[in-house]
């Protein structure tokens, strides 16, 4: 039975960036029924018994045909707000260390790869999907994500920060404005969890 983690924080404390309605809603409404389908729907995959919820996403074509897409979709839902969820800290926390070295080795700089982030949220993603930095071949890369889909489907473990791109995200406060929401998002990143899945990145 995979359970949501805990909110790291008050659902006001992200405000006035990420504001309080938003953040209810999203974790108690939506990630909450993405994780309790996915719960339902793994009643009929025995083969992921014991498996975590990534290993489960890596290997979806284990499932039964009938229940791939569902796994992904809810599953996706379920594991993907995870990571977005505990990526935010009111306040927000500096890239510092070896990914702030990894940061400028492949992008010169925070603020040009803050613009690949937005232009791949923005301009590159239509509709509903997620915008990632991951480690891929030992350097850092942005890429998307349609629905719930990530690079786990694609293999790669190495899921460094969402952004997520569903209206249910932003759209309460920033309507159609989505640089305006990425770019607030920003600061309530906490790249010390960032910096954590780094040390943890499979290689
Ligand atoms: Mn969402």
């Given at each position: 039975?995979?359970?949501?983690?805990?909110?790291?924080?008050?659902?006001d404390a992200?405000?006035?960036?990420?504001?309080k309605e938003?953040v209810?809603?999203?974790?108690?409404?939506?990630?909450?029924?993405?994780?309790?389908k996915f719960?339902?729907?793994l009643?009929?995959?025995?083969?992921?018994?014991?498996?975590?919820?990534?290993?489960?996403?890596?290997?979806?074509?284990?499932?039964?045909?009938?229940?791939?897409?569902?796994?992904?979709?809810?599953?996706?839902g379920?594991y993907?707000?995870?990571?977005?969820f505990?990526s935010?800290?009111p306040?927000?926390k500096?890239?510092?260390?070896k990914?702030?070295?990894?940061?400028e080795?492949?992008y010169?700089?925070e603020e040009?790869?803050?613009?690949q982030?937005?232009?791949?949220?923005?301009a590159?993603l239509f509709?509903?999907?997620?915008?990632?930095?991951i480690?891929?071949?030992?350097?850092?890369?942005?890429?998307?994500?349609?629905?719930?889909?990530?690079?786990?489907?694609?293999?790669?473990?190495?899921?460094?920060?969402?952004?997520?791109?569903w209206?249910?995200?932003?759209?309460?406060k920033?309507?159609?404005l989505?640089?305006d929401?990425?770019?607030?998002?920003?600061?309530?990143?906490?790249?010390?969890?960032?910096a954590?899945?780094?040390e943890d990145?499979e290689?």
């Amino acid at each position: 039975m995979f359970e949501r983690i805990k909110l790291p924080y008050a659902y006001d404390a992200l405000e006035p960036y990420i504001d309080k309605e938003t953040v209810e809603t999203h974790y108690e409404k939506h990630h909450k029924a993405y994780t309790d389908k996915f719960n339902e729907l793994l009643e009929d995959a025995p083969m992921f018994e014991g498996m975590s919820a990534k290993e489960i996403l890596m290997n979806l074509e284990k499932a039964p045909a009938h229940l791939q897409e569902g796994l992904k979709n809810h599953g996706g839902g379920y594991y993907n707000h995870n990571l977005y969820f505990e990526s935010m800290i009111p306040g927000g926390k500096p890239i510092a260390g070896k990914l702030k070295e990894l940061v400028e080795a492949r992008y010169g700089s925070e603020e040009e790869m803050l613009k690949q982030l937005y232009a791949a949220a923005t301009a590159s993603l239509f509709g509903s999907g997620w915008a990632w930095l991951i480690l891929k071949d030992g350097q850092l890369e942005i890429v998307i994500s349609k629905n719930q889909d990530s690079p786990l489907q694609e293999k790669n473990p190495n899921l460094l920060l969402p952004v997520d791109m569903w209206e249910h995200a932003f759209y309460l406060k920033y309507k159609n404005l989505k640089v305006d929401y990425v770019n607030e998002y920003y600061k309530v990143i906490n790249w010390d969890v960032v910096a954590e899945r780094l040390e943890d990145a499979e290689i």
